[in-house]
């Protein structure tokens, strides 16, 4: 019913909208002329919308009826499928039982692939003595690449054996099995860790090596590279299988690193040898050792070391970084532990600023970017120790002051007459005082800190007011 009371309003909509267009395109005499052609051209679009009319309601039932077929299809797919299933639910319940039956069969299953296994292995099980005998040989003989060949053998047929037997966390791994073959293969662990001293000994003494012999240094680190391939292999089998072996990875680059990275900590620490007790100058003292120290060392590291490590080590730049970092590090345990004092806060501004002339990190051979280079101290410990000098020049600038105003005064009380030139009296008080502030204003020039000059001149200012008031006060003291 509300269809048809729909579909009347639009007739009726559609005819008073006709009317309106009739009124006014044929409003005048010479438009209903044209009336013949206006019919013509309407009856041509209304030809024309029936005919895509019916085309798009062909259209829509042709998809329709193919839907249609895709959907009885897909039925007849879901009952074949509903079918198949319930058969071989129908089916399990008759084999069911079979699981406990072929428990048996499952046991001797494992044991037929661990002897498959074994019998894989056999050759090299049988050989794994002879294969240590000569390891340990090749060893005894500085030939590492041999003998790191002969544990890699060794070591292959071990990790085989153990990934047959399975994973700890299988329910099936036999822990029983896996200590056998780790006694078995006891002289192998033994054998690597002599092997793995040996290069880190290398390693160690790299600069001693690389002068001598620079091929013991290569073999060294082409071992440690097999090795960080190794890691790698075994990162990627774990991955995909859930074994690796216990020992694996050895990380033997970070290693090699942290050996370089300790031997220039000890030898920062041996340069360490004067005491304030024994000598007065120990603290420059021991800052000149250390840069005559790793001067020497960085030319080794250049020109001796650097083409024996591959590039991605870049050992040179490793090597400057942790001179740096030990360096620092000992300054800020030196500053920690109020160490230092006086004068020796200036020494330790000074080289903290000048460690990067071309008396250390800046010389020409080195062709280090100076401006990528970190601090020596810290911003924290700058502070600390430009707060120290301050304070300690502030101190020996109030004692000059003193002492020469008590000199002078002195010497204006006793009867002897000042020095004479043309016909004027001269004191020394004017050359005392521009040499004093000479020397500090040099002192200040080698310290490159803005706050650090403010304040110094700061401290030189009060202290002349004051110096300048006493002296006023003492000239007018009657004689």
């Known amino acids: 019913m509300e269809s048809t009371d729909t579909l009347r309003k639009l007739k009726e909509q559609a005819e008073t909208n006709a009317l309106k267009r009739l009124q006014y395109e044929f409003s005048t005499p010479d438009q209903l002329e044209q009336i013949e052609q206006h019919i013509l051209r309407n009856e041509k679009t209304k030809n024309m919308i029936e005919s895509q009319l019916k085309s798009a309601i062909q259209s829509h039932f042709i998809s329709v009826n193919s839907c249609m077929d895709q959907l009885k299809e897909i039925n007849g797919n879901i009952k074949e499928v509903k079918n198949t299933i319930y058969s071989i639910q129908e089916e399990y319940k008759t084999i069911s039982h079979l699981e406990n039956t072929l428990g048996e069969l499952r046991k001797e299953a494992n044991k037929h692939k661990q002897l498959k296994s074994a019998k894989e292995n056999v050759q090299n099980i049988l050989n794994v003595k002879d294969l240590a005998k000569k390891a340990e040989q090749y ?267 008590t000199k002078n005064y002195n010497e204006w009380l006793t009867n002897k007459e000042p020095l004479l030139i043309d016909g004027c009296y001269e004191s020394n008080i004017p050359n005392d005082l521009y040499s004093m502030l000479f020397q500090q204003f040099t002192f200040t020039d080698l310290i490159k800190d803005d706050r650090f000059f403010k304040e110094f001149v700061k401290y030189i200012l009060s202290n002349l007011n004051i110096f300048h008031e006493s002296l006023r006060g003492f000239m007018h003291q009657p004689k």
């Open 139 to 405: 060893i005894d003989d500085n030939n590492l690449l041999l003998a790191h060949k002969c544990l890699f053998d060794m070591e292959k047929c071990k990790n085989d054996i153990l990934e047959e037997l399975g994973n700890p966390s299988d329910k099936n791994h036999n822990i029983d099995d896996i200590k056998l073959v780790e006694e078995f293969f006891k002289k192998v662990k033994q054998l690597q860790d002599i092997l793995h001293s040996n290069i880190f000994l290398i390693i160690k003494r790299m600069l001693e090596v690389s002068k001598s012999y620079p091929n013991q240094l290569v073999t060294a680190l082409r071992i440690i590279s097999r090795e960080e391939a190794l890691d790698e292999y075994w990162t990627k089998k774990k991955e995909e299988t859930g074994f690796s072996p216990s020992d694996r990875p050895k990380r033997w680059k970070d290693e090699c690193k942290e050996t370089i990275r300790q031997t220039i900590e000890t030898k920062i620490q041996g340069c360490w040898v004067d005491e304030r007790d024994t000598n007065e100058k120990w603290f420059s003292n021991n800052l000149a050792r250390i840069n005559s120290r790793f001067l020497d060392d960085l030319e080794i590291v250049k020109r001796l070391c650097e083409p024996c490590f591959p590039p991605s080590y870049k050992i040179f730049e490793f090597y400057v970084e942790n001179i740096i970092n030990s360096i620092s590090n000992h300054f800020h345990l030196l500053l920690d532990s109020n160490q230092l004092k006086d004068r020796e806060f200036y020494i330790l501004l000074s080289w903290s600023e000048a460690y990067k002339s071309k008396d250390f990190l800046g010389n020409p051979k080195f062709n280090i970017d100076l401006n990528k280079l970190p601090n020596i101290l810290d911003d924290d410990h700058y502070k600390l120790a430009l707060d120290r000098y301050l304070e300690y020049t502030n101190s020996n600038i109030k004692v000059w002051f003193q002492n020469t105003l």
